[in-house]
């Protein structure tokens, strides 16, 4: 690699790393850096997070986060039908589904006008299987699930319908292992 290429990325690592977490491991490793005895290097904390990709360039959603978070919400149904019946944590899930949830309802009005109502329809739903959802193999808690999921799945299908998109994902999208 040239200076003139290695240049950029070495500034781009540094500017990363000063952008890093504020808890920064000062543990030095046995390995010197670049083949030089007197640097040690030192391992540190993942970069911060970076925001889910729900906006643009510009910071603004688009129509098309809009309908990726569409797709995401239907990826979240399928996995919390995944944990039926099993003692898996499922708020992620959840909490997944409540920010597609959060730009479906925001772009509703300027993407899918005529679903408006029936976004908020399937937003009330998704509260519901939040609210009511429990871990656990008990035929009673299995069967309350399987019913709030039911009814996000019928939601879904309505507001779906209402976007003029197909339906056929949220048909297949509920999947109880038994």
């Not at 808890?23 to 670049?34: I, K, M």
């Not at 909490?95 to 005529?114: F, I, Q, R, Y």
Request: aromatic share 4%; charged share 15%.
């Amino acid at each position: 690699m040239t200076l003139k290429r290695l240049l950029p990325t070495v500034v781009v690592c540094a500017a990363l790393t000063a952008c890093g977490s504020s808890t920064v491991s000062s543990t030095a490793s046995q390995t010197p850096a670049l083949g030089n005895p007197s640097v040690a290097v030192t391992s540190a904390a993942p970069v911060a997070a970076a925001p889910m990709p729900t906006s643009s360039p510009s910071g603004e959603l688009s129509c098309a986060n809009f309908d990726q978070e569409a797709a995401h919400l239907i990826t979240y149904a399928h996995y919390a039908s995944l944990n039926v019946g099993t003692n898996n944590d499922t708020a992620p899930t959840f909490n997944d589904m409540n920010e597609s949830l959060g730009v479906l309802t925001a772009m509703a009005p300027k993407c899918a006008p005529k679903a408006v109502e029936a976004i908020a329809a399937l937003g009330s739903a998704a509260g519901a299987v939040a609210a009511v959802y429990q871990p656990g193999d008990d035929p009673a808690v299995k069967a309350a699930d399987k019913a709030a999921l039911e009814a996000l799945k019928a939601e879904g299908l309505t507001a779906w319908t209402a976007m003029g998109k197909d339906t056929g994902p949220w048909e297949t999208a509920l999947n109880f292992v038994e």
